[in-house]
């Protein structure tokens, strides 16, 4: 079954720590992306990377950072530098074509920092 | 700015109809998403237009009014299943999607 997972679907760490959340595709999608999901608001964009070895930062990159070294995965990093990272990440991926459409989405990881 | 205004909560009765508005200010417009999305749960995709009128999907339908910045999201029969909360996305000149804030659909048997 192809699709994106992500884990682990819950997350804690102590203040002050760095913590990488996965994801992993297996759809053949070039598009990868990072949200973050706040109770009431929308998903907002912290990166994404259209093609191997390049990301580009969203409207939210202070306190994370990413890599992209292989398709198929797309970690982020939640820096100590994040002031309030306590938060429901979600990763999606399409197609590079700009007329994608739908964005595919993993299961989530519920990060809690305490 | 961008912009993407949705109610924040609405209630409905089992088997009855419910339609959730969404208004839009983007620069640029590319295409408009519905995503659905349980408690704790990834969203899910409902429906995509980018042109005006109605499609659609089942007891889903989708409308958009490009003129307007406006769809809405239209539930016929409703049931228990669809407590969720639904997105609203539009894809903008740069092919980014901004999403709105959701509205919480609670049904009520």
């Known amino acids: 079954d192809g699709g994106i997972t992500q884990s682990p679907k819950y997350l804690f760490r102590k203040e002050g720590q760095n913590v990488t959340l996965s994801c992993e595709q297996n759809?053949?999608?070039?598009?990868m992306y990072w949200y973050r999901q706040d109770p009431g608001q929308g998903l907002r964009l912290i990166y994404y990377?259209?093609?191997?070895?390049?990301?580009q930062k969203g409207d939210i990159a202070e306190g994370y950072s990413v890599s992209r070294e292989k398709k198929e995965s797309f970690p982020l990093t939640v820096t100590s530098a994040q002031k309030n990272p306590t938060a429901f990440y979600l990763c999606?991926?399409?197609?590079?074509?700009?007329?994608?459409?739908?964005?595919?989405f993993g299961p989530g990881t519920r990060l809690t920092v305490l | 700015g961008q912009n993407i205004d949705q109610p924040t909560e609405m209630t409905a009765t089992e088997g009855a109809i419910v339609q959730i508005n969404c208004t839009y200010q983007?620069?640029?417009?590319?295409?408009l998403f519905w995503y659905q999305q349980h408690a704790g749960e990834a969203p899910t995709f409902l429906s995509y237009?980018?042109l005006d009128g109605l499609e659609e999907k089942g007891r889903f339908s989708s409308f958009l009014s490009r003129s307007k910045g406006y769809s809405y999201l239209l539930l016929k029969e409703l049931q228990m299943k669809d407590s969720a909360s639904y997105l609203c996305?539009?894809?903008?000149?740069?092919?980014?999607?901004?999403w709105g804030a959701g509205t919480k659909l609670i049904i009520k048997p």
């Open positions: 237009n980018v």
């Open positions: 759809l053949n999608h070039d598009a």
């Open positions: 999606a991926s399409n197609t590079r074509e700009l007329d994608a459409g739908e964005q595919f």
């Open positions: 983007t620069s640029g417009f590319n295409g």
């Open positions: 996305a539009v894809l903008d000149s740069n092919y980014q999607l901004i």
């Open positions: 990377s259209q093609i191997v070895n390049d990301f």
